[in-house]
């Protein structure tokens, strides 16, 4: 094959995707519609799947070099802290895999990926490039891009997130539906957040119809807390708003004192608040050519924390779909097979975790679970 495969969006799936191709030997061309790319966002955390198919790319040193692994991770009373469930270091059988846990600030995730992608392909990434449309034959597609560019390849392989062009243009215009809720994202320097870290490792404070997770990243100097609060309609002006102090606490009001705390601390004009989106599955990713990964296939709601990690799976997987197969449209269709059972099954877990997380501390208490089933998938060794 020497027509490179189109890949549509540089996030953690297009770059997952990328680099387990070019690893296989399989050309590939980014195409990403920022200018930039890096600065974004805050934590994101690494259960052992993801980690196993980072780790099968070469990148489990860089990973654990720019990670944090907790030693407990909980989810807790929102008033009194106790605990309703989780995985501890120190018990036998719960956190089995502490080095496949990896919680990461998301700047330094694409950092370490987009330097693995440059050291294969040096010219490979190609910034302020939005996709509009593509067309296929029998020999290829054709990309067409905002700016006027186009470019030809052996497959499109979509990973542009949860408003996919690719996946209105296959499969039909479909708005995302508001899930809900708002989020709250705040990072807050250790110095700050130390009186309120009485009890160490991951935390999720668990309320009625809201939540708080908090964890550590940049090897214990930040804080990053995330908030989700139910809430009948979006606000409007939300996309990208950024709220004050005020607003925090009082979602907080009663909390327990280390909530209360953080909230408190959370850097002036630093907290951003967004509307959450769902999807149902798609039962079907692929036509001939072209495919979707990431997102842009499968968006869930992020109780379970999988969202990345089902890219980075997805992403793994294509790699190995192309190794093993004698041409594109058998590569796209082995991934296909081998990849939406399991992303349809994750996607349908978040949504009840997220409907368990908003009943409150009984229902928690009542079925907190590790997912360990779901956790022993090994993207780099799954059969296929
Ligand atoms: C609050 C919150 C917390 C989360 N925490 C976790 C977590 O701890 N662990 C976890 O595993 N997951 C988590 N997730 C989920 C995770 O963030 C996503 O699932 C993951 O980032 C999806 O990656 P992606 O590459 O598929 O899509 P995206 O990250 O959305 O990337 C899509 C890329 O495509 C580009 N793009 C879009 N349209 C075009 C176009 N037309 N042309 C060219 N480029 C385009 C975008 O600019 C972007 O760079 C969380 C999600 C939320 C909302």
Redesign the pocket.
Known sequence: MTDPIII???????LTAALALLRHGVPVQI????KS?GDVGA?????AT?SRGLYSLGLKAALQAASDTPLASEARHYQTGEVLGGAFADRPGKVSDRDLLNQIHRADLFALLLDAVRAHAPGALHLD????HTAQDDTGVEVR?ANGRSVKGAALVA???????TRDQLFGVQEPRFAGRM?Y?FLVPIDAARPYLSNPGTISYVAPDRSLLRYAVRHGSVINC?AFVRSDQPSPESWTERVGTEELLAIFAGWHPDVLGLAAAAPVAGTAKWP?FDRDPLPVWTDRRITL????AH??L?FL???????IEDGVVLGRAFAQSASVLEALALYERARVPRATDMLLASREQAEIFAEGPDSTRRLATTHADRMRYDPATVSL
């Open positions: 549509a969006g540089a996030g953690i799936g297009g195409f990403e519609q920022a790319i934590g994101v955390s690494l259960g993801a490039h939005c996709f509009e891009f990973c542009d997130g949860i408003r996919s062009r989020v994202r995330v959450l990964l990431g997102d842009a968006p869930m992020p924390g999988m969202g990345a990690a089902m890219a």
